[in-house]
């Protein structure tokens, strides 16, 4: 895929997104001094360039009950076996996130669970019986501080 420039108007764009992805079109092209089918035209361009690759809701988890955030390093005993590892981790709904990272551990993983009896299942009945899975370790999130889209630049 060729790399796609993006100009001013593309970087207001995506701020008014990032921050509110139901902003009208209309109130976006007044912001920007342009019509609204060049807004429209534009985001579908930013689409198709995989620079935008969707839109969606966030949903607090706290709101479903799931009370605690945990983050889990792991350790693979075989590199070769990363494929096979992610595989079976997709298939467990409270993994939320999953980053292939340097350090100590291969693997981060973001879970949410209902409370820390769960995630002591969770870990114990599940990820830590993958095959491959060497070891874990677990960090509770006492907090969140920051929540947030990536930053874009807003001229």
Not at 77 to 104: M, Q, R, W
Not at 107 to 133: F, G, R, S
């Amino acid at each position: 895929m060729a790399t796609y420039h993006i100009d001013q108007v593309d970087q207001k764009i995506l701020s008014f997104l990032v921050n509110n992805a139901r902003m009208p079109f209309l109130e976006i092209a007044r912001e920007c001094g342009v019509s609204g089918a060049a807004i429209h035209q534009r985001v579908k361009r930013l689409e198709k360039n995989g620079v935008i690759t969707g839109s969606r809701l966030m949903v607090k988890p706290q709101a479903l009950g799931l009370n605690v955030c945990a983050f889990i390093s792991i350790n693979i005993s075989e590199a070769d076996k990363y494929n096979e590892v992610i595989a079976n981790l997709k298939k467990i709904p409270e993994v939320v996130e999953c980053h292939f990272v340097t350090g100590k551990a291969a693997l981060l993983l973001k879970v949410y669970c209902l409370d820390n009896d769960h995630l002591m299942e969770i870990l114990l009945n599940t990820i830590q019986n993958i095959p491959h899975i060497q070891s874990t370790e677990t960090m509770i999130s006492l907090d969140q501080s920051i929540e947030r889209q990536v930053w874009v630049k807003n001229y």
